[in-house]
């Protein structure tokens, strides 16, 4: 029996044979389910702000309790020219990689250092049970 769904966030040429969007794809996966953990293979965070990120996962941790994953990947997800069209700055943002996946952590839990400059902000929602990293 199936107990978990990982979607992977790629972007390819070939129509269907990869999911571009799975924070698009997942809330229809939980809602036709009711057991299954559902998450993301690799969030491509290069290509995102680490807040927009976690309040995406912190809502779909509200909506399905104790069923969201959350991966976090660098690979730019396709060729070139997609990664370019996603990202005008890829490669410095996966430099500042280890920096991003840090916010994303503390937004996600809620615990940013006290007198940090982002502690004065909260991801909206914060869900009783964090999405599983």
Not at 36 to 57: N, T
Not at 116 to 124: H, V
Request: overall charge negative.
């Amino acid at each position: 029996m199936v107990d978990r769904i990982v979607l992977d966030g790629h972007t390819i040429v070939i129509p269907m044979l990869a999911c571009p969007a799975p924070e698009v794809m997942l809330p229809y996966i939980g809602a036709r389910t009711s057991k299954i953990r559902i998450g993301s293979g690799a969030v491509l965070l290069p290509h995102y702000k680490p807040f927009k990120v976690a309040e995406h996962y912190n809502l779909l941790a509200i909506l399905f309790p104790d069923r969201i994953d959350i991966g976090i990947g660098r690979a730019p997800g396709g060729s070139a020219e997609v990664t370019h069209a996603l990202s005008d700055n890829f490669l410095q943002n996966v430099w500042k990689l280890p920096e991003s996946l840090k916010e994303l952590l503390h937004y996600v839990n809620n615990d940013h250092p006290e007198g940090s400059e982002l502690a004065k902000i909260k991801a909206s929602s914060l869900p009783d049970v964090r999405p599983e990293s």
